[in-house]
C-alpha cells in the first residue's frame, strides 16, 4: 500500500474573479496557472479532486519531462503547481450557471462565484458497455477504476474489456498487482500505441481481438464474460472474478449545454483552435472538447483557453 | 526524516492558521501487531505539530479511552472536540493517500465546529434522531474516495446521531470480504443499506434516511 499523502485545498468564501475555471484536471489546472500569470482573477472549481482522469492512470508515459510516472503522482505535481498561484475549490461541484449583470453566476456546492469568463475543463467520464450483468454486477466483480479497485482481485483473474490505451495500460497494471487479466479487444488489432503492445507481449497478457462481448454473468457476482468471435461468430467465454471496462469516455457537458455552448453530436465541446466556445467569454479545454484524450494536449489547450479569455478580456 | 515533506507541511500550517479556530482533537488508537499503527502514529503528531489548536494524544485500542470514544480497531484515527463530536469522525486504518485530504478538511471542520451542506439537506439530516453508523470502505489509491468519506464525516458533524466511519479495506480484508467489498467508494450503512459510488449530499442523504426510517 502506498503511504502517499494528498493535500486538500477548499475554498469555502464566495468570490468575484475575472475567470472561473470548472474542473481541476490537467486542462483546469493549467489554464488557471497562465490565466494568474496574465494578470486575470481566477479560480478553479471540481466536483472531485484536482487532477481528474489522469489521477486514475496508474501510469504515464507520454508526458514531455517524465519517462514514466504514476499518473496520481503527476496529478499532484500538477495540483501543488497550479497552488502556488490560484485557488482550487475541491469537492464543490457547480450546480448552475445563470446570467447576472453581464457577468456569470456559478452556483456551487460551497458558495457562489461570479465570473467574466468561464472556461470548461470538465473532462469526461467512463463509458458503459450497455451489455446484460453490466448494470446488475457493478460494484459484484464490474468496476471503472483499476486503481480503485484492482487490489480486490490479487491472485484472481479479470477481464479488460477495450483494448485501447487505457485498457492496456489497466490490464499492465493489473499484471504488476498480481492479477491475471486477459484483454477483450472488438476490433482485429492490437488497439493500443506499440510501446504498450510490447509490454502486453512482454509481460505474456492474453489480449483477444475481435471479440464482441455480449453478456457479463453470474449469480450476485461476476462468474464470466460471454463474447462472439467476431472472426468465426462462435459464442465464447472467460470465467473471470471481475471486469474492468474502458471501452471510451463521453463528456461531460451538460452545464455548458444550459447555457446555450454548442456540442458536436457526442456532446463533445466545440471550440475554435483558440479554444473559444460559441458563447462570448465562454471557453474549453481539455477532454471536454474530445480532440485527443491525452494529458498534455489537454494542458496545452488549458494554457491556449487562458491566454485567449486574456485577450478576449483584458486586451478589448 | 517525518512523512511528510517540508513543503506539505508549509502549505498545511498556512491552511491551518487561515481555517482553524477552536481546539481539535486528534487521537490515535493503537494495538499490537498492528502492521501500520506505527506510522498513524507518526503521522498525527507531525500534524499536531503544525498548529497550537490541534491537540494529539495515542491511546491503547484495549483501554478506558478507546471505550469512551467507541473505538474498537487498531489503528483508528479519530477527530474531535472531545465532547459533542466524540469519536464519530473516525478512520479505521491509515489514513493515507487520498484520505489524508480527507483528514485535514476534518480537522479544519471540526475546528469550525460546522460543515457545509444545502439546506435541502440540512433539513433532512435534522430527521435523523436515532443513532445511524455509515462505514466508507476505500483503497488509498481511489481518488472518488474521500467525497464519500467527508459526506459521511460532515451528516456526523452536523447531527450528534451519525458515525462516519472510513474503513481502509486493504487493511481490514475480511471486513471488506464479509460486505462483498469488490469496488470503492462502498458505503454501508447500519450494517444493512448499501451503495456504491461518490454521490452528491442530495442522493447519499436518501440512503441515510432509508437506513434511518428502517430503524422504525
Redesign the interface.
Known sequence: ??????????S?ENKEVDVAIIGAGPAGLSAGIYAIRAGMSAIIID???A?GLA??APFVENYLGFEGIEG?KLAKLFK?HA?KYVEIS??N?VRDIIMENGKFVLKA??GEYTAKAIIFATGTTHKTIGVPGEKEL??????Y?V???G??YRGKRVAVIGGGNSGAIAAIYLKDLGVEPVVLEYMPTYMCEKAYQDIIKEKGIKYITNAMVTEIAGEN?VEKVVYKDRTSGEIKEEKVD?VFIYVGLIPISELAKKIGVDTDNRGYIKVSPKMRTNVPMVYAAGDVTGIAGQIIIAAGQGAMAALTAYEDLMLR | MGYIGDKDKEYLKGEFDKYLKEKVMLLVFTGDNCQYCNVATALGQEVAELHDAIEFHEYPVNGEEAKKYGVEHAPTVVITDGDKYGGRIRYVGLPSGYEFSSMIEDIIDVSRRTAEVSDEVKMQLQMIDKPVRIQVFVTPTCPYCPRAVRTAHRFAILNENIIGEMVEAMEFPEWANKWNVMSVPHILINEDVQFIGAYPDEQYIKYVVEAWKKMK
Open positions: 500500500m502506498s503511504i502517499g499523502f494528498v493535500l486538500p485545498s477548499a469555502r466536483k472531485g479532486n487532477g489521477e486514475e496520481e501543488e497552488m475541491e469537492r461541484e456546492e460551497k457493478f460494484g459484484k466483480g464490474v468496476s477504476c486503481t480503485c479497485d487490489y480486490f457476482k471481475g
